[in-house]
T-cell receptor, first 114, second 115 residues
Framework: QKEVEQDPGPLSVPEGAIVSLNCTYS??????FMWYRQYSRKGPELLMY??SSGNKEDGRFTAQVDKSSKYISLFIRDSQPSDSATYLC??????????????WGLGTSLAVNP | DGGITQSPKYLFRKEGQNVTLSCEQN?????MYWYRQDPGQGLRLIYY???????QKGDIAEGYSVSREKKESFPLTVTSAQKNPTAFYLC??????????????FGAGSRLTVL
């Protein structure tokens, strides 16, 4: 079993839909959770960053962490064609000093259709 | 603007040749990383460096080499020993310590194709 599981999709939705992207993980020591967005042939860019449990909102994006279920989600409201990209989850534990290794999901490919 | 510059964006190599991918950052970040991205396999760590003149192997270091002679530069050499080098290569950097200690900033990537 991989440490982080993420459905690769592809996920296709109409413009304006609410999108839910998810990752599950097995290591209960994970404390830091990130979502990156990657457009085709580009490098990933940080979208959301959360520590421990709870929700974090930034505009149309909401990141949710449920540590009891080892499950994280990214919600996109009022999805736009410009949201079409691959969304990668990443997480790490406290680690030894600064040597925290990031564990990555495979990424979910999202297409928002006009 | 601060950021990470990778070059070249596209590179073609004949089998048996070594190639070097450039990565330069002006973010004053301490740590730098090289990842390889293949379809269906996600991001895999090749090498990383937390300080000048020091670096560590990642999960798939075989067939690759790096150097860190300057804080802002972390070039990756793909050697002829790498059996399947065709991939998208990503360079990243981050600060050590502080609120940004887990956040990687990525370059735009270099796509290497072996002919």
């Amino acid at each position: 079993q991989k440490e982080v599981e993420q459905d690769p999709g592809p996920l296709s939705v109409p413009e304006g839909a609410i999108v839910s992207l998810n990752c599950t993980y097995s290591n209960s020591a994970f404390q830091y959770f990130m979502w990156y967005r990657q457009y085709s042939r580009k490098g990933p860019e940080l979208l959301m960053y959360t520590y421990s449990s709870g929700n974090k909102e930034d505009g149309r994006f909401t990141a949710q962490v449920d540590k009891s279920s080892k499950y994280i989600s990214l919600f996109i409201r009022d999805s736009q064609p410009s949201d079409s990209a691959t969304y990668l989850c990443a997480m790490s534990d406290i680690g030894a000093g600064n040597n925290r290794k990031l564990i990555w999901g495979l990424g979910t490919s999202l297409a928002v259709n006009p | 603007d601060g950021g990470i510059t990778q070059s070249p964006k596209y590179l073609f190599r004949k089998e048996g040749q070594n190639v070097t991918l450039s990565c330069e950052q002006n973010l004053n970040h301490d740590a730098m990383y090289w990842y390889r991205q293949d379809p269906g396999q996600g991001l895999r760590l090749i090498y990383y460096s937390q300080i000048v003149n020091d670096f560590q192997k990642g999960d798939i270091a075989e067939g690759y080499s790096v150097s860190r002679e300057k804080k802002e530069s972390f070039p990756l050499t793909v050697t002829s020993a790498q059996k399947n080098p065709t991939a998208f290569y990503l360079c990243a950097s981050k600060n050590l310590g502080g609120p940004g200690a887990n956040v990687l900033t990525f370059g735009a990537g270099s796509r290497l194709t072996v002919l």
